[in-house]
């Protein structure tokens, strides 16, 4: 199941929903990707402000990816179907959890 993300708000939630669901502290997920406790504080309440590769790390670090998905292309294999429209240029962040999208230049 796929949860559109359409804010910055809504990514971090979801990264902090991960770190506690991998039973991580923000000291502890800190470890793991090289940073203080502090900048996990400012990259799970800011992470619109934060740098794409930091924001692969965390993922990374808590077992999440990120997944581009080429709606157009699926919406043209699916041609015929009743299948829902996604918006064109999805980004996905895919784990443990449900995917979730970001439209892109929502964040």
Same mark, same amino acid.
């Given at each position: 199941m796929d949860y559109p993300l359409k804010t910055a708000e809504q990514l971090r939630q979801q990264? !902090? /929903?991960? !770190?506690?669901?991998? @039973?991580?502290?923000? *000291?502890?997920?800190g *470890?793991?990707? @090289?940073?203080?406790?502090a900048r996990v504080v400012e990259i799970e309440a800011h992470p619109? /402000?934060? /740098?794409?590769?930091?924001i692969m790390q965390v993922l990374s *670090?808590? @077992?999440?990816g990120l997944v581009i998905r080429d709606a157009?292309?699926?919406a043209a294999s699916n041609e015929g179907s009743h *299948?829902?429209?996604v918006p064109s240029e999805a980004v996905s962040i895919t784990g443990y959890a449900p995917t979730l999208k970001i439209k892109k @230049? /929502?964040?």
């Amino acid at each position: 199941m796929d949860y559109p993300l359409k804010t910055a708000e809504q990514l971090r939630q979801q990264l !902090r /929903s991960l !770190r506690k669901r991998r @039973g991580l502290t923000q *000291a502890q997920l800190g *470890a793991l990707i @090289g940073v203080t406790q502090a900048r996990v504080v400012e990259i799970e309440a800011h992470p619109g /402000s934060v /740098s794409l590769q930091q924001i692969m790390q965390v993922l990374s *670090a808590l @077992g999440a990816g990120l997944v581009i998905r080429d709606a157009q292309a699926d919406a043209a294999s699916n041609e015929g179907s009743h *299948a829902r429209q996604v918006p064109s240029e999805a980004v996905s962040i895919t784990g443990y959890a449900p995917t979730l999208k970001i439209k892109k @230049g /929502s964040w």
